[in-house]
């Protein structure tokens, strides 16, 4: 079921309908009835997958607080407030125990995950190994397996729980209907975004009234969402696809066009997608995080990773990015590696924990290596710029240039957009790093002209061309005005006859210019892949 | 205190520390300033700083800094 399709409308306004209807004591059950049919009507028998997460997740949180329970019998707080050693002593034994269940709920999460999504490319790269140095024989694989809907985001959400909980960041949910839910709230199934528990949860379970402002504040969100998934989005994927399909076939001119307007496409149809998330949890009151902050206006590779899909850069940089980079084992790695150059020993923990996350959030967008390329070529471009800030600041001094100019901004904000884009090249090139250098070598050597037959015969016509270069001129504008008050915010200053006027006309403009209709099939979301 | 500001004014010369309250919520700080922060403070202190500790509420100021470091030798 797509989200931008009319049986997502009706399922939708069938779940606020009963929501609504029953007593807010009871409604997080609708949400949770709602999640789980959504699953099954999308994924069927697979849907034991997730149940099966939020089985293990729902276990070993009631263990841990088992545990921390039998730590105050075992160690009484009168001799632990007396004792600073027995204070200690109590506190090594509970992380010792909650340490031994999250790593055994870990494995069982994320080894399906691996298992269903990775276990092809490690049979694929065991196999050419095997090859390499034992001539032919080859290993069989487990077959084509089926990766269930949101394995990626379920998987990372489930285990930030986890993992939160051992830190005592927050307490466990004891009824296990509510944290299946926060595992499978269908707005947030499809593409994310991947939600912490303290974030969620307070409105998720509240079992919120029904309130005007959030059904306005909701549809909102989610007429915007459709506009750039069906107007820009969907416009766009035909010609990234076919030219990227073709890129043999055409000159480096058109590449460069394809990863230009891929970028805007999976800016459109990524960000489009989160705001119906958005728009949809809102429905129900229910208030969903963030995953973009106008990330085309970065100024450097890492503030874009800062700005764009917001809850999976924070979820490594919690759980992989601090705890590799702190740990005692790096920190000393570091302190050994001082005494032979003082400059590598300060980096080693810093880096060596940059390149590790970078490598996994390319693996965690697919399980092939131009994706590790991908994320490695991210991780280092951001080490590189750490290392050239000071020359950097150097240049411009010496050419007198401002940080906060205006011709600087804007020469950063472009050099990063173009960064970016040449990094998505990985990406598109489904047939591995070889397209991809392919297709960067033509850009750079093989330009050319560009006619409007050639590209309507890559399928993007003239009309097609001028709206989506219209759409991504109105987004251009529309996030310039969010600079300090978001959208929403802007449109709640204008008078109601106004705000009428702007959705009534966003509403014409998704059905005269949308890609939608019958025997049109709308695109997958691009995320939804992941 | 005047060592832990001379330890901040090597990672960010420009930030008034003294008056500042939000190195992380406004984003002074990034993730990389957070892990040459906390390498530095675990070898001058000889503390041990775990994943656990590093939340916003701890970095946010000179102040809130001081009082993780003050909390953690006494551990």
Known sequence: MSFVSFSFALFVAAAVLFYYLIPVRYRYLVLLIFSLLFYYLACGKYIIYILLASLVTYISSMLMEKEKQKVQVLFPAEETAADRNKKKEAKEWLKKRLKRIMIIDLLLVFGTLSVLKYSEFVFANINLFRLLFFGDRKLRGLGDLVLPLGISFYTFQAAGYIIDLYYKRIDAEKNPFKLMLFVTFFPQIIQGPISRFKDLSPTLFAGNRFERENIRKGLYYILFGVAKKLIIADRLSLFVQRSSAFYKDVNGTYLLLTILFYSLQLYADFSGGINITIGTARLFGVEVTENFARPFFSKSVAEYWRRWHITLGTWFRDYIFYPISISKNLMNLGKKVSRVSSFFGKRTSLYTATIVVWALTGLWHGAEWRYVVWGLLNGIIMCVSAELEPLYAWLNRKAGWKDDSFLHKAFSIIRTFLIMSFLRIFDLSFEGIRMALSILKRILLRQGGITMSRLEELGLSQNDLIISLAGIALLFVISMLQRKKSIYERLMGLSLPCRWVICTLSVALILVFGYYGLGYSGADFIYMQF | ?75
């Open chain 2, 1 to 75: 205190m005047d060592e832990l500001i001379d330890i901040l004014k090597g990672i960010h010369p420009e930030v008034d520390y003294e008056t500042e309250e939000a190195l992380i919520d406004s984003r002074i700080f990034d993730s990389f300033d957070i892990v040459t922060l906390v390498g530095q403070l675990t070898e001058e202190y000889d503390i041990e700083i775990g994943p656990e500790d590093l939340l916003p509420e701890n970095f946010n100021s000179a102040k809130s800094i001081y009082e993780l470091v003050c909390r953690l030798m006494e551990e």
